[in-house]
């Protein structure tokens, strides 16, 4: 019988925890929704609700979540798209659109559509059986039909263009496809590759203005050399960052910046900004101590070199105590705490137009 009520009041809790995050964080937003597609940078839990390996719903992701539950976030807590709807004066997290926990009521100020291991190239989905971009959009597009259907045709069309539309991807096409998997290298040098990705950006984006968006942060990438699973591989060079990732990267930035200023010059009315995490998470890397780190080179979870995923586990030792001290929480993936920093840097930055 004891049992039978703890359980009852776990899920009581739970429910109250969801039913808090969901509240808004203030009462003045700045824009009536944000929309988020990508990846496992920003996948609020759609991976929970299909068929892949790609998954963290399970402990000890989310330990620092409120409850102390994973949620399908690539990460200890929050991630930085639930900090940015946060800043908006939104609700502080962004449900996933592929969890039944949630309907039109949470949806209508904030949705997530974004797959962990997923990327601009439909190839890069196919590695690990994830929900490509284009089936993103497909999901999008039935949102806006049920976004109709809740609020009427004037006040759907009005959150569909002063949204904030929020996209963060392309590292899993370098990390998991270009430079894991045949096909692409044999097809295209790392330039050509950027370039024809860079295509599929402009398509993508091109598509969201056809069906209303105007408000559009594109996310740059990382330096993914100093992630500390290609820290690991390095071994010939004392496990430093790999810089040739992150020279890519940079250069795949540059050619997003100009694609940003190519769309706002060709779509009346559209406004698109480059969202860039490189130079702030380079700098936290750099110099820990200064942002209040202890830990750069290895993750949190595990031994911190290698492990991600369900590699990642709650029976795992290793495991560090206090997130916190660490800028990565897997070996792929950062902490809630760098996350955090990051989104406080892009909403005071790149996204200020919109937010201020």
Not at 17 to 35: C, D, G, H, W
Not at 138 to 152: D, I, N, P, V
Not at 325 to 341: L, V
Request: glycine share 8%; hydrophobic share 40%; charged share 20%.
């Amino acid at each position: 019988m004891a049992h039978t009520s703890n359980t009852t009041i776990s899920s009581c809790l739970l429910i109250i925890v969801q039913l808090f995050f969901m509240l808004p964080a203030k009462t003045n937003a700045k824009i009536p929704a944000i929309i988020v597609f990508g990846d496992s940078s920003v996948d609020s839990g759609n991976n929970n609700h299909i068929q892949t390996v790609a998954r963290s719903n399970f402990m000890p992701y989310g330990r620092d979540f409120a409850g102390g539950r994973p949620t399908g976030r690539f990460s200890n807590g929050r991630i930085t798209t639930d900090f940015i709807s946060e800043a908006a004066g939104l609700k502080q997290i962004v449900p996933a659109y592929l969890d039944p926990a949630y309907n039109m009521s949470d949806f209508a100020v904030g949705v997530c559509f974004a797959s962990a291991g997923t990327g601009y190239d439909n190839a890069t989905a196919d590695v690990l059986g994830v929900i490509p971009l284009w089936k993103q959009v497909e999901y999008y597009k039935e949102y806006q039909k049920k976004l109709r259907a809740y609020l009427g045709d004037a006040k759907a069309n009005e959150v569909i263009s002063e949204a904030l539309y929020a996209t963060s991807l392309g590292t899993n096409d370098f990390l998991e496809n270009y430079y894991t998997m045949p096909q692409r290298r044999s097809q295209y040098t790392v330039d050509q590759f950027q370039i024809y990705l860079v295509g599929i950006a402009k398509n993508f984006i091109t598509n969201l203005y056809n069906l209303g968006a105007r408000k559009i942060s594109l996310g740059g990438l990382p330096p993914m050399g100093c992630m500390p699973l290609e820290r690991t591989r390095n071994l010939g060079n004392g496990n430093e960052c790999m810089e040739s990732y992150n020279l890519v990267a940079v250069n795949f930035n540059e050619k997003l910046n100009g694609l940003v200023m190519e769309l706002n010059k060709e779509l009346p009315e559209i406004q698109v900004v480059l969202s860039n995490p490189y130079e702030p998470m380079l700098q936290m890397i750099k110099k820990p101590s200064s942002y209040g780190f202890e830990v750069a080179s290895i993750a949190c979870c595990a031994t911190g070199l290698f492990e991600m995923g369900y590699a990642c586990d709650r029976y795992n030792l290793f495991t560090c105590k206090d997130a916190n001290k660490y800028i990565f929480w897997d070996a792929f993936h950062p902490t809630e705490r760098t996350d955090r920093i990051i989104a406080d840097h892009v909403v005071k930055t790149a996204l200020s137009k919109f937010l201020a």
